[in-house]
C-alpha cells in the first residue's frame, strides 16, 4: 500500500473522529448556574480549611495492583500569576466544599494524532496546575504564560463524583471566572456476579471496572493524583459489588471478569444520578494465558504490554503486563484460538496467530530493535558536538515527505571529547532519515536508511552507520509596505510550509503530530519595512507576515533548493477592520462563550478562508484575535465548559448553528461591533 496514502488515510481517521470533539470539547459531571461575583483567592491556609467528609472507598480499589507513579511533571500551584481560571465549589445545596483538589491539565485536544501513543503513557496527562478549594470554596488555577492551548479543569472529592469542565481557555493577563460549578453524588451501580444460568452460585473476588467516558477522559482521570486508575469493585462472598459516586450521567460500558471465566463486558448502561443502577453478570466458564516474556539472552522483560484478541469479531483486546520476571497472565478468554501480541520499548512488536487459551508455557523471545550510530559534521569536515537530533520517517516516492517515529525520542546531544557519534536504538522496520539541528547550521536531513526487512530475513536487529552533514542554509531578503507603499516598522515575519492554512483546525491538529522539513523561524522589519530570514532549510515555503495595525498575509511558493539568498517580491499590507462586541445568554454573562468568526461556507477559495476564534473575558466581552480584509462573514457562539457529556457537543454545534449572525467589513472601516445574545436553554 502507498506509504503517503497511508498516512494520509490514517490522519484522515484521526481528524474525523476527533475533529469535531477538538473544536467543541465536551465536558462531564457538572452544573454551571448563574456565575457569581468572585475575587481571585487569596493564599488558603491549610491548617483553617474544614475538609470534604472523607468515605470508605473499600468498593473502589485501583484497575492496576500497583500504586500509581507520581507525575513527571509537578503541578504548579495556585499562585497569583498573570492569567488563570478561578471559581466557586459548591454541593447540591449551595454550600461551599472546601479543601477539595482541583487540576488543570492539558486537553487531548491539543494533540489529538497523538492519543494512541499517550493513552499508553501514565503520566502523558499529568495535571499542570493544581489548588485546593478555600473555606469558602472558591479556588484558583493559574499559569506563569498564557499558550495557545485547550484545557481541561477536573475536581476531585471523596463523597461527590469527579467534575470536569472541557474546551477552556486562558487569556494572557486576565483571570477568568467560571463561575460556580455544583458537584452531585454521581451515580451507584451495583449488582451480582454468578456463574452464568446460576444465580446461586456467586463468583467471590471477580473484578468489575467501568469506564466513565472517552479513553480521553479516562485516561486523564487515571492521571490525577489521588484519582486511582479508575472505577473498579470486588465482588464479595454473596457475589455482590457497588460502586458509588461514579462520575458519569450518561452512557458507559461496564465489564467483569475472574480466574477461569471469560470476560463479559456490557455496553450502554444508561446511569442514573436519582436511583441506584443494578447490572449483574452471569460469567461463562472461561481459559487465562500465561508465559514469561524474554529478549535472546533469555533474560526476563518487564511492562511488557500483552493483548490477547480474539479471531472472531469481539469488542477489544484482553490486557496483561509483564511482571519484573518478566511473568504475565491474561484472563477472561473465549474458547477458540487468539491473536497474541506483545509489545515493548526497544524491541520489535511480537506477534502470534491461533495461540490457544489455557497455555500456561508460553515463552515469547522478543527482538531488539535496530540501532543507527550517527556521526554529525560541520560543512568543512569537523564534527560537531552540540545538537539536536531526531529520527524521521521517509518517504521518497513523495517528493521526501517526513513523518515523526514516535517509539525513538528527539535527543539533545553533547558530546564529550573523546565520542564522535550518538546512538539511535528502537529503529523500527521502515525507511528513514535522521534530521539534525545545531546552532549556526540549517536544518538538515541524512541520507536515507533503508531498514525495510524482506520476507524470509534474518529477524536480528540491524545496524547502520551514517554521516550527517551540516550545511549553512539559505536566505530569504523582503521588504513590508503599507497601502500607501510607506515602509511598515515592527511587522512579524514568520516561516511556515508551504501550503499550510493555520486558520484550519485540521491543520492545527496536525501542526503538533508532523515534523517540520522546513526552518521555523521569525522576525520584525526594521525601519525601512526590511526583514531578512537567515540559515533556513532546503524546503518550500510560504511566509506569513503580520502587524496589529493591519491584516495579515501570506506569500505563498518561496522554494529554497540551494543555500543561496532568495529575494521577496515587496509585501504590502492593508489595514482592514477589528471585530468586537459581547456575547450573553438571556442578556447574562455566563462562564466562557466560544465565539467564531468566519468566512461563509460558500466562498470556494479556501487558501483565503479566514476561520477566528476566541473566548469572552470576565464580563463577557471579546475581540478577535486580528483584523479582517473588507468583505462578509459568520459570526457564531457557544458556551463552554458546561452540561452533560453526552449533551455538550451536540449541544454547542446547536448555539452556533442558531446563533449564526452576518458581518460585513467595508473598505476603509476600521472597527466593527457586534453583540451576540444566545437564548436560555431554560
Not at 452544573?31 to 473502589?60: I, K, W, Y
Amino acid at each position: 500500500m502507498n506509504r503517503a496514502l497511508w498516512i494520509v488515510g490514517a490522519a484522515v481517521a484521526g481528524l474525523i473522529a476527533f475533529g469535531v470533539w477538538t473544536w467543541l470539547e465536551g465536558t462531564a459531571d457538572l452544573e454551571v448556574p448563574t456565575t457569581p461575583t468572585l475575587t481571585t483567592p487569596a493564599t488558603v491556609d491549610t491548617a483553617s480549611v474544614t475538609p470534604a467528609n472523607a468515605t470508605d472507598r473499600t468498593n473502589s480499589p485501583p484497575i492496576e495492583r500497583t500504586t500509581a507513579p507520581a507525575p513527571t511533571r509537578a503541578p504548579t500551584p495556585a499562585a497569583h500569576f498573570p492569567q488563570g481560571l478561578r471559581g466557586l465549589l459548591l454541593d447540591e445545596s449551595s454550600r461551599a466544599l472546601a479543601g477539595l483538589s482541583v487540576y488543570l491539565v492539558d486537553s487531548a485536544g491539543n494533540d489529538p494524532l497523538a492519543i494512541p501513543l499517550l493513552t499508553r503513557q501514565r503520566d502523558a496527562f499529568s495535571p499542570v496546575a493544581s489548588a485546593e478549594s478555600a473555606v469558602d470554596g472558591t479556588f484558583a488555577l493559574g499559569l506563569p504564560v498564557a499558550q495557545d492551548k485547550i484545557y481541561e479543569v477536573y475536581v476531585l472529592s471523596p463523597t461527590h463524583a469527579t467534575a470536569r469542565l472541557g474546551g477552556l481557555r486562558l487569556l494572557a493577563g486576565q483571570w477568568h471566572d467560571l463561575g460556580a460549578i455544583t458537584l452531585t453524588a454521581g451515580a451507584t451501580l451495583r449488582g451480582r456476579v454468578t456463574v452464568v444460568g446460576r444465580e446461586d452460585i456467586p463468583i467471590v473476588g471477580a473484578v468489575v471496572a467501568v469506564e466513565i467516558g472517552g479513553t480521553f477522559a479516562d485516561a486523564a482521570l487515571r492521571a490525577l493524583p489521588g484519582a486511582g486508575h479508575g472505577l473498579v469493585a470486588t465482588a464479595d462472598v454473596t457475589g455482590a459489588y457497588e460502586l458509588r459516586h461514579v462520575p458519569s450521567r450518561g452512557i458507559v460500558q461496564v465489564a467483569a471478569v475472574a480466574p477461569g471465566f471469560a470476560r463479559l463486558l456490557k455496553q450502554n448502561i444508561e446511569l442514573s444520578t436519582e436511583r441506584a443502577v443494578e447490572v449483574n453478570f452471569g460469567l461463562a466458564p472461561g481459559h487465562s494465558l500465561s508465559g514469561t516474556i524474554v529478549d535472546v539472552a533469555g533474560g526476563p522483560i518487564s511492562n511488557a504490554r500483552v493483548e490477547a484478541w480474539p479471531q472472531q469479531p469481539a469488542s477489544g483486546p484482553l490486557l496483561a503486563q509483564s511482571d519484573d520476571r518478566g511473568q504475565f497472565t491474561v484472563l477472561g478468554l473465549l474458547t477458540g484460538p487468539h491473536r497474541l501480541r506483545v509489545q515493548t520499548k526497544g524491541f520489535a512488536p511480537h506477534d502470534e496467530l491461533n495461540v490457544m487459551p489455557d497455555r500456561t508455557d508460553l515463552r515469547i523471545v522478543m527482538q531488539q530493535q535496530s540501532r543507527i550510530r550517527v556521526r554529525v559534521v560541520s560543512d568543512n569536515g569537523n564534527t560537531l558536538r552540540s545538537y539536536q537530533i531526531g529520527l524521521r520517517r521517509y518517504f521518497p516516492e513523495q517528493n521526501g515527505q517526513i513523518a515523526s517515529v514516535a517509539e525513538v525520542p528527539e535527543q539533545r546531544v553533547r558530546l564529550d571529547g573523546l565520542t564522535d557519534t550518538i546512538e539511535l536504538t528502537g529503529v523500527p522496520t521502515g525507511r528513514f532519515v535522521c534530521q539534525v539541528e545545531a546552532e549556526g547550521f540549517a536544518k538538515s536531513l541524512s541520507p536515507e536508511i533503508d531498514n525495510v526487512r524482506e520476507t524470509g530475513a534474518d529477524p536480528g536487529p540491524r545496524e547502520f552507520d551514517i554521516v550527517v552533514t551540516m550545511h549553512r542554509g539559505g536566505v530569504l531578503r523582503g521588504r513590508v509596505l503599507d497601502e500607501t507603499g510607506a515602509p511598515i516598522v515592527g511587522a512579524n515575519i514568520s516561516t511556515q510550509a508551504n501550503g499550510t492554512m493555520p486558520d484550519s483546525p485540521f491543520f492545527r491538529m496536525l501542526a503538533g503530530s508532523v515534523p517540520d522539513r522546513i526552518t521555523v523561524t521569525k522576525t520584525t522589519t526594521d525601519r525601512d519595512g526590511q526583514f531578512v530570514l537567515p540559515t533556513l532549510a532546503l524546503a518550500d515555503y510560504q511566509l506569513l507576515v503580520e502587524h496589529p495595525e493591519a491584516c495579515r498575509t501570506f506569500v505563498r511558493g518561496l522554494r529554497i533548493e540551494r543555500p543561496v539568498e532568495v529575494i521577496v517580491p515587496p509585501i504590502r499590507l492593508f489595514g482592514g477592520a477589528t471585530i468586537r462586541g459581547r456575547a450573553t445568554i438571556a442578556g447574562r454573562v455566563v462562564g466562557q462563550i466560544k465565539v467564531v468568526l468566519s468566512t461563509p461556507s460558500t466562498q470556494t477559495n479556501a487558501t483565503d478562508a479566514v476561520r477566528l476564534e476566541t473566548v469572552t473575558d470576565a464580563e463577557g466581552a471579546f475581540l478577535m484575535p486580528r483584523r479582517v480584509p473588507p468583505g462578509t462573514y459568520e459570526l457564531r457562539a457557544a458556551v463552554v465548559g458546561t452540561a452533560e457529556p453526552e449533551a455538550q457537543i451536540f449541544r454547542q454545534i446547536f448555539q452556533l448553528q442558531r446563533s449564526s449572525t452576518l458581518v460585513s467589513v467595508a473598505p476603509g472601516q476600521r472597527q466593527v461591533e457586534r453583540d451576540i445574545d444566545l437564548p436560555s436553554d431554560h
